[in-house]
């Protein structure tokens, strides 16, 4: 059986927790996770929170730790003053991501040093500890070893609640990708997809594949807005296991793109896709689903 690994993104506050996320990244480790923290990367401007969003994206799982800081401030996406860590959490919220919240069990009787030193600190740790709470299952821990012991019940549980996602060995998901139980070559990349990217543009591509080659090509219709573009568009790439590569071009020549796609759940790829215009030279890159029609 193919062995999947999921990515967890591991969001807290951070010097109040080291050693208790320490032992958080051995626990998602030992349970064939790949831990993604945000030390690495330091909230500090727009730029800096487009990077924490796009990790977030590319992961399977969201997982909280609240103890008794509420963390850093910034400005949230609608001008409101919130930790790093609750913007972390609200866009979990609003990406559909799978989320995991543990919370201290007494964390008023936590070191002065580990606890928020204003009433107004405090009320925000209150509030985003009932948001975190609200309509979810919780787990409680009260020092670095139960919590560990909380992260690995509780990613076991996820991955048996979330199965679709996860990364997979390149070798492996070739041989689940195109073989069935007798060794017959399965083709499931052949037929109609629909492609949508985030400014709302909807294609029909009409894909044909070749397993001895693992190339893809077809044509492309255009369907919304509708009668926007008559160009003829043509696509050619390849998929190997969970991932597929694509390149587009127009019949005149006009404009060309290419897109980098992973399987997402089931008859659904996502990814990034990167068009340039020839006439006024432009690039940009936008976010795409790809779903199987049929």
């Not at 730790?65 to 400005?75: F, L, N, Q, T, V």
């Not at 689940?176 to 492609?195: A, E, L, P, Y």
């Not at 296991?241 to 996502?270: N, P, W």
Request: aromatic letters at 10%.
């Amino acid at each position: 059986m193919t062995k999947r690994k999921y990515q967890v993104f591991v969001s807290s506050t951070y010097t109040d927790l080291i050693e208790e996320r320490k032992e958080v990244v051995q626990a998602l480790l030992e349970n064939d996770c790949i831990p993604v923290g945000m030390e690495l990367f330091p909230a500090s401007n727009k730029k800096q929170w487009e990077i924490i969003k796009s990790v977030i994206d590319n992961c399977d799982y969201y997982l909280l730790i609240i103890a008794g800081r509420y963390g850093s401030m910034g400005i949230d996406e609608e001008g409101n003053k919130v930790s790093y860590t609750e913007m972390e959490y609200d866009y979990a919220v609003k990406t559909g991501k799978p989320i995991i919240v543990f919370l201290h069990k007494n964390y008023e009787a936590l070191p002065h040093s580990k606890c928020e030193r204003s009433k107004t600190g405090e009320n925000r740790l209150i509030n985003f500890r009932g948001k975190a709470s609200n309509g979810r299952e919780v787990a409680f821990w009260t020092n670095k070893d139960n919590l560990k012991s909380a992260v690995i019940n509780s990613i076991s549980e996820t991955k048996k609640d979330y199965p679709d996602g996860g990364w997979v060995r390149a070798d492996e998901a070739f041989l689940q990708g195109i073989m069935s139980n007798s060794g017959d070559i399965i083709d499931t990349f052949s037929g109609k997809w629909k492609s949508t990217t985030e400014q709302n543009f909807e294609d029909i591509e009409d894909l044909v594949y070749d397993p001895s080659t693992h190339l893809l090509r077809g044509e492309i219709q255009r369907i919304k807005p509708e009668a926007q573009n008559t160009r003829k568009w043509y696509c050619i790439g390849c998929a190997v296991g969970e991932t597929m590569v694509m390149i587009y071009f127009s019949q005149q020549g006009h404009s060309a793109g290419c897109a980098l796609l992973r399987h997402h759940h089931d008859k659904q790829y996502r990814g990034y896709y990167l068009r340039f215009n020839y006439g006024p030279k432009e690039i940009d890159k936008q976010s795409v689903i790809l779903e199987k029609l049929d």
